[in-house]
């Protein structure tokens, strides 16, 4: 049994308990019996109650903002029972913006979250807010403590996964802003520029390899990895081409048939797995895909790539949660 049916084989044996430890404030062992289950999980995922949005309690288990864990709360989620009248469960925090008229209890101060303002500037390249955080009690606040607020602040407002999804870089200020704007007003913010990206795009890219060779790189755009919880495993489809420029690019009768390969391999992937990009440079192409572990697409891929006639095409299929084969693709 793997970690994740362990635990939901568990829950049903401590539901109630934890349904009266949350209206008593008497826990017993339980705050022992979670932290143990989750970590066997992984030990780096992270748990807690809060109030349900569609039910009377939510059960959420969070990656804690690191992408390479994302997939592991998605599949516990996937696996959970159904939601009822008491019960939800979130593989990610949810936005509870109303958070910010409670008062927040940190480094023995008390504080209003809603007194936070912020600098939110759009980077058009990178397709993000990046942020300057301020709050009245920061100059009395350790830095460590100042960071741990904003990122609260964040989480309550836009929930865990748009912040990955949109945030960028986050930095503190211990002196207002003068152009600072109420946090409350970040998630009408985050909803204009998510407007701007709800159509498909495509962005070309353009770089050299350690030889000088010329790459030409297109990618989707913006790329989020928190849209595909699942794709964990990457595979390289690599396919030279003999139709090439005296720069070792391709020939409009080598885009040709990579487009067309391109379109086919669309056919055998979706939806279980995505093309997030392709690169070309000194006499390939190498197709970037991700699938979901647990579904793989690669059978089907290896099938299409043995059709490849301009060389001999290779897949290459490796465990990247993180997204890192890309890192090199995104602005």
């Known amino acids: 049994m793997s970690p994740i049916e362990a635990f939901w084989a568990w829950w049903p044996t401590v539901r109630f308990p934890v349904e009266r430890s949350i209206a008593t404030g008497q826990w017993d062992d339980l705050p022992e019996q979670l932290p143990r289950r989750v970590h066997e999980i992984h030990p780096e995922l992270a748990w807690e109650f809060i109030r ?33 009248a008491t019960w939800e469960y979130h593989s990610a925090r949810p936005a509870t913006p109303e958070a910010l008229s409670a008062t927040l209890e940190i480094a023995g101060r008390r504080l209003n979250p809603g007194q936070t303002r912020l600098r939110v500037e759009v980077d058009e390249d990178r397709q993000v807010l990046d942020v300057v955080v301020w709050h009245p009690a920061f100059r009395k606040l350790p830095p ?30 211990t002196d207002r802003p003068l152009d600072g704007i109420p946090a409350s007003s970040l998630p009408a913010v985050v909803e204009q520029v998510s407007a701007m990206y709800k159509e498909p795009r495509w962005a070309l890219l353009s770089g050299s390899t350690a030889t000088g ?27 030279p081409y003999r139709d090439r420029t005296g720069q070792r690019l391709p020939t409009e009768t080598a885009l040709d048939a990579l487009n067309e390969f391109e379109e ?49 095409a290779s897949v290459a299929v490796t465990n990247d949660p993180g997204w890192a084969h890309i890192a090199h693709l995104r602005p």
Not at 146 to 151: D, E
Not at 213 to 239: C, E, W
Not at 277 to 301: L, W
Request: with cysteine; net charge neutral; aromatic share 6%.
């Open 264 to 312: 086919r391999l669309l056919t055998v992937i979706e939806p279980a797995g995505v093309l997030v990009g392709h690169e070309s440079a000194n006499g390939r192409r190498i197709m970037h895909v991700y699938q979901d572990a647990s579904a793989p697409v690669t059978d089907a891929v290896s099938e299409l790539a043995r059709s490849w006639r301009s060389g001999r």
């Open 52 to 84: 349900g949005q569609r039910a009377q309690h939510a059960l959420c288990i969070t990656p804690e903002g690191k992408p390479e864990l994302r997939a592991l709360t998605e599949r516990w989620l996937r696996a959970a029972p159904a939601t009822d």
């Open 144 to 173: 460590q403590v100042r960071g741990t607020v904003a990122f609260l602040v964040l989480d309550w407002l836009l929930g865990e996964d748009d912040v990955a999804r949109w945030i960028g870089r986050v930095e503190i200020a």
């Open 213 to 239: 060779l010329p790459v030409v790189a297109t990618v989707r755009f913006p790329l989020h990895r928190v849209d595909y919880p699942l794709a964990d495993q990457h595979v390289a489809v690599v396919l």
